[in-house]
């Protein structure tokens, strides 16, 4: 399937930190667009869905009518993904509730996911919730990158393989 447009989903806590620098790469170099979800109030998962008001929603919404191609991009945190895009992946759950509309668009749609540790090295099962979300809601599971950052720095390493993904997503 053609990717029709790509939106880098960042869920770091701090905007401009480590993920932003290899979020900013994609954008700069392949024009991928981003939504920031630390700049987004997004309450955890309620049994009672007692945040009608808030972002995800909007949020969600907009990204099933704008992109084809969703890249995930987190910290690392404990050996995890960060608690930001955990939350935003425990609120897809409303789209197989109250907002199934949404959830069926969401099927067809493509993944992908992007991590930044501060180790070179990403452990075993870090991309296994992704691949089977991605399985579960009917979406197209491309694959990922693990990023780092040294010296301050991306390492030509880093951005040699951010290229060759990018380009691997376009085709
Ligand atoms: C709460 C927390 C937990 C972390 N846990 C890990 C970890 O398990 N493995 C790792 O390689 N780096 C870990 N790090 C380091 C970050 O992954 C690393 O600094 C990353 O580049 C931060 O990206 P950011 O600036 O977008 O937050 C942790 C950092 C924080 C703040």
Redesign the pocket.
């Known amino acids: 399937m053609m990717n029709k447009k790509t939106v880098i989903i960042q869920g770091?806590?701090?905007s401009n930190?480590?993920?932003?620098r290899m979020t900013s790469f994609l954008q700069n170099n392949f024009g991928f667009e981003v939504v920031d979800l630390n700049t987004k109030n997004i309450h955890p998962y309620h049994y009672d869905y007692k945040y009608k008001n808030d972002d995800f929603i909007p949020t969600i919404k907009e990204i099933v009518t704008k992109y084809d191609t969703m890249i995930f991009a987190t910290?690392?945190?404990?050996?995890t993904m960060?608690g930001i895009m955990k939350n935003f992946f425990d609120r897809i759950t409303d789209c197989l509730k109250t907002e199934k509309s949404i959830g069926k668009q969401l099927k067809g749609k493509n993944m992908a996911v992007l991590s930044?540790?501060?180790?070179a090295e990403l452990k075993k099962g870090f991309t296994m919730p992704f691949e089977e979300s991605a399985k579960y809601l009917g979406m197209e599971y491309l694959g990922n990158i693990h990023t780092?950052?040294a010296d301050e720095e991306i390492p030509p390493q880093v951005k040699g393989g951010l290229e060759k993904f990018a380009r691997e997503l376009k085709i």
């Open positions: 770091s806590s701090r930190g480590n993920t932003n910290p690392i945190y404990w050996y960060s930044c540790g501060s180790d780092w950052i």
